[in-house]
C-alpha cells in the first residue's frame, strides 16, 4: 500500500519548536519512503481558535520546506463525515449525562486522569439530560508496536473507561475526528507526539467499531523545557524559522554537518533519515547544539 502520511496541527497560534518536531519527523518519514504528506487542520474546538492561525501555519510551513501534497482539509467542514462515522458504531455508543464534577472521586488512571465508571451504560436516570455522546469499550487489551516506542498494550475499559465521542458543549471529540479523519484520507502512517501515545489504544479501539485500517504509528519525543513542561502555544514557547530546522533534527537524533545551508537540512535529512535512531524516550529537552562541530 502506497505511503499516506499527515501532519494536523490546531490552528490555536504559530508553530512552535514542538509543533516543529513532529511535522519535520512527519515530513521526512514520508518523504523517505517515498509517500504522499497531507496536512489538515484541526479546528473542532472553536473557542480555542486563533483567527488567522491556519493560514499562518501553512506560510510557516512553506518558508520551512516543508510542502504538502493536495488540499488543506479543516475538521470544521467534515460534519458529515462524523455523522456518519457515529451512525456506523451506534450500537457501541450511549447518551451520557454525567458531568466531570460527578465522577471526580472515581478511580485515577495511570496518568492521573480519571477513569469513567460507567454509571451510565444503563441509560440515564430519570430527569438526566444527556451531556455526552460514549462509546461503550469492553476489557479486550489494545496491543501494537509503536516504531520508536516499541510495544504498547492497555486496556482501555480499565484504564480510561468508556470514552466520549461527542462533547457536552457540541463539537465532535478529537478521538473521533481523528480516526474518521485519517481513514477517509488513506493515511498508512501516523507520526506524531509522543504526548498522543496514551490515546492511541482509544483510536484503535475505534476503529475497530468502525471497521477501518488501523495506520502505523510513530510516536517522537515531546520536546519538555528545563522545567519539565511541554513546549506549546499556551507554554508562550517561541515562533519558529529556519534556524530551528537544525535544532529539530538534531531532537530526532539527526546531527547535520555544520557547512549545511539552511535550503539543504531538509535533503540531508531525508537521506539520512531511520526511525531507529529517534530517541526511545516520551519527552526530551532541546539540545542548545544543533549542528556538528
Known sequence: MPYVGRFA???????HFGSLVAALA???DARNAGGRWLVRMEDLDQPRQVPGAAEAILRQ???LGLHWDGAVEYQS????LYDDALRCIAGWTYSCGCTRKE???SALAMDGSRVYPGTCRGGLAPGKPARTLRLRTDAVPVKFTDRVQGEIAQCVEVEVGDFVLRRA????????AVVVDDAAQGVTDVVRGADLLDSTPRQI????RLGVVTPRYLHVPVAINDAGEKLSKQAQASEIGLQDLAPALAFLGFVPPADLAPGELLAWGRAHWSAARVPRVRALTPSSEGRSP
Open 205 to 208: 479501539v475505534l476503529q475497530r
Open 77 to 80: 467542514r467534515r460534519g458529515e
Open 9 to 15: 496541527p490546531s490552528p490555536t497560534g504559530p508553530l
Open 169 to 176: 458543549d457540541g463539537p465532535y471529540a478529537y478521538q473521533l
Open 61 to 63: 510551513l512553506e518558508r
Open 26 to 28: 512527519s515530513w521526512l
Open 103 to 105: 465522577f471526580a472521586d
